[in-house]
């Protein structure tokens, strides 16, 4: 069990903090209190000051509490605790927009999307310090996505409705920065602690260059899916359509065959992405399954998740509806949410304007399979279809007739009769000159 830390204690250690960060006889000047929130940004990033911007916005809301804060002004100890109190009495959404509402309690779609950049850009900088990391901090495009959800047809939103669609969408979107503002202000040795509130290391970089599924969406999908799908700590792509092919058995096999929950990302025409989320191991048979994990969220061009789906797949018996498709009645392209035919290149989406009973045919381009189970289902995957493999090649043995029994055979017989032997043993011509 956690050790419980009094308050006292707290207060201490608090108070003990300030006196380290402490540069001058009366407190924390606003320049080193602005610049403890920075991150290590690469130079050239266009998004550099946006730290800054948050610990500028936190002491311009106190200025009414703890006095303006001009360039050459200081922190007391005061203030500072002020500010530490305002942290911990709010949930990290409610943080966020506190910092960017204007005076009338609102907030416009501009500044969302400062807000998930923020957030965006201190969980690929504390992912690490690389080339594939430097690409991805310049894609802004996650954050427009997120932004163009929350807003419909509206020019501002109030914190009520902020907070709703936030906790139903990507409900960890601002854990990590919001625990980079808390812990490191208060400790210096934070850094663990907030990495622990992100995801983007599930993608490991050496699959970077082969997947499309890149290190912005992955931390994006990661905050906004059920914890289910993070536990492992590390996801493995099953199957990419780009190298293996758009192949409904390929993609069967790399389903069916895995034995953990998995990750079916979709990109479509017109910029429409999904990933679809399925918390049970694909079954072999035609019915519907899925627990109430399984969702899908909607990447782009609008931000979007619809929790409590099903899965329907039978790309193969053409006794019952053949398709792929997942909703809340999967079953048949008429009611699934999202279906794609059984060849898996055209799909139809109840998803794209978001109204009863509207339908938008898109064609797939791309789609990858990933593993969300340790890396031990991984194994036992390829354990699997290694035995398959040799299975099938021991039956296709069994099944060819020796040398023998194809020249007494009734097959060859018939062949023959029909003329198809145009090379019979007794019509052989020997070549060689010493039979000439």
Not at 18 to 46: A, C, M, V, W, Y
Not at 58 to 75: M, P, Q, Y
Not at 86 to 98: G, H, K, Y
Not at 271 to 296: L, M, W
Request: include cysteine; charge should be negative.
């Amino acid at each position: 069990m956690g050790q419980h830390i009094s308050h006292d204690d707290k207060h201490d250690k608090l108070k003990e903090r300030f006196h380290e960060l402490k540069d001058n006889e009366q407190g924390i000047s606003r320049f080193l209190f602005i610049k403890l929130l920075g991150l290590p940004l690469p130079n050239e990033s266009t998004f550099i000051g946006l730290m800054d911007t948050i610990a500028e916005k936190w002491l311009k809301k106190h200025e009414g509490t703890i006095g303006e804060l001009g360039d050459g002004a200081f922190l007391s100890w005061d203030d500072f605790s002020k500010l530490i109190h305002d942290v911990e009495m709010q949930t990290p959404a409610e943080f966020m927009f506190a910092l960017f509402q204007d005076e009338n309690e609102c907030i416009t779609e501009e500044n969302v999307v400062v807000m998930f950049n923020l957030a965006r850009l201190h969980a690929l900088t504390l992912h690490g310090d690389s080339d594939v990391v430097h690409a991805a901090i310049e894609d802004g495009s996650t954050a427009s996505s997120l932004g163009h959800g929350i807003f419909s047809h509206k020019a501002k939103i109030n914190l009520d409705t902020f907070v709703t669609w936030t906790s139903k969408n990507t409900p960890r979107v601002f854990s990590s920065v919001y625990a980079w503002i808390s812990s490191h202000v208060q400790s210096a040795d934070d850094v663990e602690h907030a990495k622990s509130f992100i995801d983007v290391s599930l993608l490991k970089e050496k699959d970077s260059d082969e997947a499309k599924l890149d290190l912005n969406t992955t931390w994006l999908v990661s905050c906004s899916l059920p914890i289910l799908f993070s536990t492992s700590h590390t996801w493995s792509l099953l199957y990419n359509s780009n190298n293996d092919g758009l192949s409904a058995t390929r993609f069967l096999q790399s389903t069916n065959k895995y034995g953990g929950p998995t990750l079916i990302s979709l990109w479509f025409s017109d910029g429409e992405h999904y990933i679809c989320a399925v918390d049970e191991k694909f079954p072999d048979t035609t019915k519907e399954f899925g627990g109430y994990n399984s969702c899908i969220v909607r990447v782009g061009p609008k931000f979007l998740t619809y929790h409590g789906i099903k899965v329907y797949v039978n790309l193969r018996d053409r006794h019952h509806e053949t398709g792929l498709g997942f909703g809340e009645a999967p079953g048949s392209k008429e009611s699934a949410l999202l279906w794609l035919s059984s060849s898996l290149d055209e799909a139809v989406s109840g998803i794209v304007h978001n109204t009863a009973g509207a339908r938008t045919p898109l064609t797939l381009h791309a789609i990858e399979v990933w593993g969300c189970g340790n890396n031990d289902e991984v194994i036992k995957m390829k354990e699997r279809q290694k035995r398959d493999l040799l299975a099938a090649s021991q039956r296709q043995m069994a099944q060819r007739p020796t040398s023998d029994q194809w020249h007494d055979s009734a097959d060859r017989e018939l062949l023959k009769l029909a003329g198809a032997l145009k090379v019979d043993d007794e019509a052989r011509v020997s070549t060689r000159k010493e039979d000439m």
